[in-house]
């Protein structure tokens, strides 16, 4: 899971065209190094297009925007084959966008 | 001390030996099963047959093929309860584990980054040297219910997260090889701070530690940090004699009786680092604290203390691994070779990040004291004495305190 932080935003948006094509440029550098065992990814759009629904006490609660409020919002995610954690650390360690990547286990 | 049934087998001749293979056995087993959870839980079970019977019936001649026995014994019960294990259990049917030594795998997967700290440690102690979770519980002054669900946890973790059983690559060796010292430097600090004469009995974890230290220094005998660690241990248990007095009081190592200093290890210990120095010419942290405590240890009185080589190594020591703490101990060596006033100036910077640090406020008043300004030194020993939990250095400062 890729998790960007508000810093990691506002350097982004502070980003000229050119320095903002090299970023966009890097990430799909390092999708296309790792395509062997990338099965899967998604990006998500931005947390002020996000819904929630509170499902289990009565009636569904729907409320606009994410269920946690915070300075870091999950951004993404690629979903990976390997064999061990480590392998996954591998991959995450060269991740080239946001500052911050979760890895857990998917079925 | 519980004297055995029979008289022929110690406490400490037991914990030694179990220390020797339980974790042999875990590797083994690990490596059968593939499966660390499964694995601990049949060694841990040996374990506590072995610790029930030994001291009755003597330590068998081959303890490992004895604790491999009752390890396959109680998988084939298990087994015969749950279909799960059918698979693994089948690979059990060799008579006893081959030779090979692959304790360095298990180090390296319960010392894995994706496990916290403290996880790190209770399964280090409990799947590498065998305690059992109350030992452990014992040794950190936890519930015994606490341990356990760590240990618990843990090998969820490592089993649901994947955390692999084997030795890191080459690319991520120094990290890992740095992870492993840290878990065994704290089990060493835990043990060496709490140790004092009343807790004598509990299970000694600077023993382990020292223990873990060999064993990982014969194990990678490229990382001459594995031996700076094991010097740095050795250095301080060397001087272990002199460190309490005859009522169990904490003696400074200005007033340590040097004749009580083992001098053949320290003189060993020495040797292990200058060796380890010069076949890899990579200095480290630990290399360089095992060279200051050894500038301290070779000085025949504190006098003699070489202040101007234990700053340069303090130098050395910042500028590989930054620390307010080691700042603290430099403004000690900078006392000796330049005065308390520099060396309270040096102090004064760190004041904002060592507020709660007993020792910073110690080693303040000392040197105010030095400076003949009474009255603040007293003010910072009442400091002192206010944030430690160490009963030996309550002790300490009180006596200080009602000196001045």
Same mark, same amino acid.
């Given at each position: 899971?890729?998790?960007?932080?508000?810093?990691?935003?506002?350097?982004?948006?502070?980003?000229?065209?050119?320095?903002?094509?090299?970023?966009?440029?890097?990430?799909?550098?390092?999708?296309?190094?790792?395509?062997?065992?990338?099965?899967?990814?998604?990006?998500?759009?931005?947390?002020?297009?996000?819904?929630?629904?509170?499902?289990?006490?009565?009636?569904?609660?729907?409320?606009?925007?994410?269920?946690?409020?915070?300075?870091?919002?999950?951004?993404?995610?690629?979903?990976?084959?390997?064999?061990?954690?480590?392998?996954?650390?591998?991959?995450?360690?060269?991740?080239?966008?946001?500052?911050?990547?979760?890895?857990?286990?998917?079925? | 001390?519980?004297?055995?049934?029979?008289?022929?087998?110690?406490?400490?001749?037991?914990?030694?030996?179990?220390?020797?293979?339980?974790?042999?056995?875990?590797?083994?087993?690990?490596?059968?099963?593939?499966?660390?959870?499964?694995?601990?839980?049949?060694?841990?079970?040996?374990?506590?047959?072995?610790?029930?019977?030994?001291?009755?019936?003597?330590?068998?001649?081959?303890?490992?093929?004895?604790?491999?026995?009752?390890?396959?014994?109680?998988?084939?019960?298990?087994?015969?309860?749950?279909?799960?294990?059918?698979?693994?259990?089948?690979?059990?049917?060799?008579?006893?584990?081959?030779?090979?030594?692959?304790?360095?795998?298990?180090?390296?997967?319960?010392?894995?980054?994706?496990?916290?700290?403290?996880?790190?440690?209770?399964?280090?102690?409990?799947?590498?040297?065998?305690?059992?979770?109350?030992?452990?519980?014992?040794?950190?002054?936890?519930?015994?219910?606490?341990?356990?669900?760590?240990?618990?946890?843990?090998?969820?973790?490592?089993?649901?997260?994947?955390?692999?059983?084997?030795?890191?690559?080459?690319?991520?060796?120094?990290?890992?090889?740095?992870?492993?010292?840290?878990?065994?430097?704290?089990?060493?600090?835990?043990?060496?701070?709490?140790?004092?004469?009343?807790?004598?009995?509990?299970?000694?974890?600077?023993?382990?530690?020292?223990?873990?230290?060999?064993?990982?220094?014969?194990?990678?005998?490229?990382?001459?940090?594995?031996?700076?660690?094991?010097? #740095?241990? !050795?250095?301080?248990?060397? $001087?272990?004699? %002199? @460190?309490?007095?005859?009522?169990?009081? /904490?003696? *400074?190592? &200005?007033?340590?009786?040097?004749?009580?200093?083992?001098?053949?290890?320290?003189?060993?210990?020495?040797?292990?680092?200058?060796?380890?120095?010069?076949?890899?010419?990579?200095?480290?942290?630990?290399?360089?604290?095992?060279?200051?405590?050894?500038?301290?240890?070779?000085?025949?009185?504190?006098?003699?203390?070489?202040?101007?080589?234990?700053?340069?190594?303090?130098?050395?020591?910042?500028?590989?691994?930054?620390?307010?703490?080691?700042?603290?101990?430099?403004?000690?060596?900078?006392?000796?070779?330049?005065?308390?006033?520099?060396?309270?100036?040096?102090?004064?910077?760190?004041?904002?990040?060592?507020?709660?640090?007993?020792?910073?406020?110690?080693?303040?008043?000392? #040197?105010? !004291?030095?400076?003949?300004? $009474?009255?603040? %030194? @007293?003010?910072?020993?009442?400091?002192? /004495?206010? *944030?430690? &939990?160490?009963?030996?250095?309550?002790?300490?400062?009180?006596?200080?305190?009602?000196?001045?």
């Amino acid at each position: 899971m890729f998790i960007e932080t508000e810093q990691f935003a506002a350097q982004l948006e502070a980003m000229d065209e050119l320095e903002q094509q090299a970023a966009y440029a890097a990430v799909a550098q390092w999708f296309a190094d790792h395509a062997g065992k990338i099965t899967h990814h998604t990006h998500l759009a931005p947390v002020h297009t996000a819904t929630t629904v509170r499902l289990g006490q009565g009636e569904p609660v729907i409320t606009d925007g994410p269920f946690v409020e915070g300075k870091e919002v999950v951004s993404g995610f690629a979903e990976v084959e390997v064999a061990d954690l480590d392998e996954a650390l591998k991959i995450a360690r060269s991740w080239p966008a946001c500052p911050i990547v979760e890895i857990r286990p998917a079925s | 001390m519980n004297e055995p049934v029979h008289g022929q087998v110690s406490q400490e001749v037991l914990a030694r030996v179990v220390r020797e293979h339980a974790g042999r056995l875990a590797a083994s087993l690990v490596s059968l099963l593939g499966d660390f959870a499964a694995a601990e839980d049949l060694v841990q079970d040996a374990v506590e047959v072995a610790l029930r019977r030994w001291p009755a019936e003597g330590i068998p001649e081959r303890p490992e093929a004895w604790l491999f026995t009752v390890a396959r014994r109680h998988g084939l019960d298990v087994l015969r309860r749950e279909s799960n294990y059918r698979a693994k259990l089948a690979r059990l049917t060799s008579p006893a584990p081959a030779p090979r030594d692959d304790r360095l795998r298990l180090i390296f997967t319960c010392c894995h980054p994706a496990l916290s700290r403290t996880a790190q440690i209770a399964l280090t102690l409990r799947v590498v040297c065998g305690l059992s979770a109350a030992q452990i519980a014992a040794a950190f002054l936890v519930p015994e219910s606490t341990v356990a669900q760590r240990i618990t946890r843990a090998k969820r973790k490592i089993g649901e997260a994947g955390i692999p059983y084997r030795i890191p690559a080459a690319e991520e060796l120094p990290q890992r090889v740095e992870e492993v010292l840290a878990v065994i430097y704290l089990l060493f600090n835990e043990g060496y701070l709490s140790s004092t004469a009343e807790r004598a009995q509990a299970r000694d974890l600077v023993e382990d530690a020292e223990w873990l230290a060999t064993l990982l220094a014969n194990l990678l005998p490229k990382q001459p940090e594995a031996a700076g660690l094991l010097a #740095l241990i !050795r250095l301080h248990r060397a $001087r272990g004699a %002199a @460190r309490f007095d005859g009522q169990g009081r /904490l003696v *400074l190592l &200005a007033d340590q009786d040097r004749s009580l200093w083992d001098r053949q290890a320290i003189e060993q210990a020495t040797a292990l680092l200058t060796r380890a120095a010069r076949a890899h010419r990579r200095p480290g942290p630990y290399q360089l604290q095992a060279a200051i405590v050894a500038c301290h240890a070779e000085a025949e009185t504190f006098a003699a203390t070489d202040w101007a080589q234990i700053l340069v190594l303090y130098d050395m020591l910042l500028h590989l691994a930054p620390s307010p703490v080691t700042r603290l101990h430099r403004a000690i060596a900078v006392r000796h070779v330049h005065g308390p006033a520099q060396a309270l100036t040096e102090l004064e910077d760190l004041g904002a990040v060592l507020e709660r640090y007993p020792l910073f406020h110690a080693t303040r008043a000392e #040197l105010l !004291r030095d400076l003949g300004r $009474r009255e603040q %030194a @007293r003010t910072a020993d009442e400091r002192a /004495l206010e *944030l430690t &939990a160490n009963p030996a250095q309550q002790a300490l400062l009180e006596q200080r305190l009602a000196w001045h």
